[in-house]
């Protein structure tokens, strides 16, 4: 019988335990967030991440730029946070405007704080099997949802479908590195069937409603669905994910639903990020 993984419960556990430790501590951990523009969705997102920082007893600030702001404006005020011992992670809500250079903006900010592991200082530990500063906080919240559920990582075959710089290409550094056969599929692949069909572990995250089918997996397959897509219904807007949920969970051992899945375990895996590099700057 097909096992649904509840990604809010272990949220929940993690996020109490990081509650408890915030109590004891005379200075708190500090998580500044920068938005650029007026993005509803963006918002909606550092708003929530605030009010979870400050519901653990986190402090935690917005700040936020209008759309057309210069980028050396932003790059000053990622230079003040980096110089200020009383923030201790820096987040910048992505996507920003064409006109500014994302890749700069990321690499202006102090390794040492950067909560999302974006900067390539981070990014290469974990693609040389260093000891990472903290890691991306989707991946990492992806795999411990599989300890979590007791899932063997070492020897299995896991294929991902999707190789952002924020998702697919750092899972498949992490999953190689605790001794998985990964392979990491995108939009180029042929036949992404021909994968997923021997994989024991699919991950996808490609951000397509409906296209990991059932007829693509084998049985007993554990399904990670990372995808986030609103679909039109009847009754209105829907949020899915990437796998077709009702077909894929006759056949899969477990699987993540969507929404109530990964997505908590990312924004946990933020707030575990603020408190290793508080604890680091200490």
């Known amino acids: 019988m097909t096992q649904i993984i509840n990604g809010k419960i272990l949220r929940d556990k993690i996020l109490a335990e990081l509650k408890a430790e915030a109590s004891l501590l005379e200075v708190k951990p500090s998580l500044s967030v920068i938005i650029v523009g007026n993005d509803p969705a963006s918002k909606i997102y550092v708003n929530t991440k605030k009010k979870k920082a400050l519901e653990i007893g986190f402090k935690s600030e917005i700040i936020e730029f209008d ?3 210069q980028e050396r404006t932003l790059l000053g005020k990622i230079d003040e946070l980096n110089n200020d011992k009383n923030v201790n992670a820096i987040l910048v809500q992505l996507p920003l405007p064409a006109h500014i250079n994302t890749k700069k903006i990321i690499e202006s900010i102090n390794p040492l704080k950067d909560v999302d592991c974006f900067h390539p200082y981070n ?6 099997n260093s000891d990472a500063v903290v890691y991306p906080c989707t991946p990492k919240g992806i795999i411990r949802l599989l300890r979590e559920y ?7 075959n896991v294929v991902i479908i999707g190789r952002s710089n924020i998702v697919g290409r750092p899972l498949a550094a992490m999953l190689t590195n605790l001794d998985a056969t990964v392979t990491l599929c995108h939009s180029k692949s ?37 995808g986030m897509n609103r679909i039109e219904t009847p009754d209105g807007k829907k949020l899915v994910g990437d796998a077709d949920f009702e077909s894929v969970k006759e056949k899969a051992a477990l699987i993540t639903p969507v ?13 575990e990020n603020t408190f290793e590099l508080y604890k680091l700057q200490q």
């Open 123 to 128: 990014a290469g530990k974990i693609f040389t």
């Open 259 to 271: 929404p109530g899945g990964v997505g908590p375990m990312t924004i946990c895996s933020l707030m």
């Open 150 to 156: 007791n899932v063997e990582i070492a020897g299995k």
């Open 67 to 69: 759309e057309d702001v």
């Open 190 to 226: 042929q036949n992404i069937s021909y994968y997923t069909q021997n994989a024991d572990i699919v991950i996808s995250a490609a951000g397509i409603a409906g296209l990991v089918k059932a007829d693509m997996l084998k049985d007993g397959v554990i399904v990670v669905d990372v």
